[in-house]
């Protein structure tokens, strides 16, 4: 079983690399097989959990649309 909060922490320090507008999604976040390897259940928990991160945090992420298999989209924006 993977710590789903390592994963969350681990997601938040990738942002770091995003350009700014640029626009993704959680599991761009993780090399392909890493997010595979992750239990759909585990997944879901952690969208939520990122989506909550972007919302609390008044940071340089934005919650946009979702995609049309309801996947939330995040863009980063500029930090003031």
């Given amino acids: ?44 928990l952690l969208g939520i959990l990122f989506l909550n991160y972007v919302h609390t945090n008044k940071g340089c992420l934005q919650a946009i649309e979702k995609t049309s298999s309801h996947q939330q989209k995040y863009k980063k924006i500029r930090q003031y």
């Fill in 1 to 44: 079983m993977i710590d789903v909060n390592k994963l969350l922490e681990e997601a938040i320090k990738e942002t770091e690399n995003l350009k700014e507008d640029e626009v993704f999604l959680v599991r761009d976040l993780f090399k392909g097989y890493m997010w595979n390897r992750i239990a759909v259940n585990e997944r879901l």
